[in-house]
């Protein structure tokens, strides 16, 4: 069942509602099952995501280094909670839980680009380039 999740969320950018019964169906396991599945791990998203997703690393090793500041900051500069999206669709926040950057946290990571010791400073340094370019594809 995950890697037809992970091609779904990889293809779509989240998994739709209407695909729980198809998945289900011909993976003959119940509707419950897969959104077990799917709410179980935090990866899957059933709502499309922002245009930017920025993820913020909660590891034991970030949060030595700061990351819980930082994931209070990034949560007041967006406006956001983890899991939800800004109402212009411009951004989602998530948690991750290690990106493997240990050395250099607190990490995030926008897109597909890791970002390591990230202050406050940093943080808004990044968004307010991502409102000043083009989005990247992800």
């Known amino acids: 069942m995950l890697p037809v999740l992970h091609a ?12 729980i019964g198809v998945i289900a169906k ?3 396991v119940t509707k419950a099952e897969v959104h077990g599945v799917i709410s179980f791990y935090h990866h899957f998203r ?7 997703v920025i993820q913020v690393c909660r ?3 970030c949060q030595a ?13 967006l406006n956001l909670g983890y899991h939800q999206t ?11 839980y290690c990106l493997g950057n240990c050395a ?7 897109g597909g680009r890791i970002h390591g010791r990230v202050t406050p400073e940093r943080f808004n340094a990044l968004i307010d380039a991502l409102q000043t370019r083009p989005v ?3």
């Not at 700061?66 to 949560?75: C, F, I, K, P, Y």
């Not at 800004?86 to 991750?96: A, I, K, N, R, Y």
């Open 26 to 28: 011909r993976l003959q």
């Open 136 to 138: 990247e594809v992800q």
């Open 86 to 96: 800004s109402l212009t669709g411009e951004f989602t926040l998530e948690p991750v």
């Open 59 to 61: 590891a034991e090793a």
């Open 46 to 52: 059933t709502q499309p995501p922002g245009q930017q």
């Open 65 to 77: 280094v700061g990351g819980r500041a930082l994931e209070d900051h990034a949560q007041q500069a």
């Open 8 to 19: 779904i969320q990889d293809t779509c950018g989240y998994v739709p509602k209407t695909a």
């Open 104 to 110: 250099c946290g607190p990490s995030i990571r926008i």
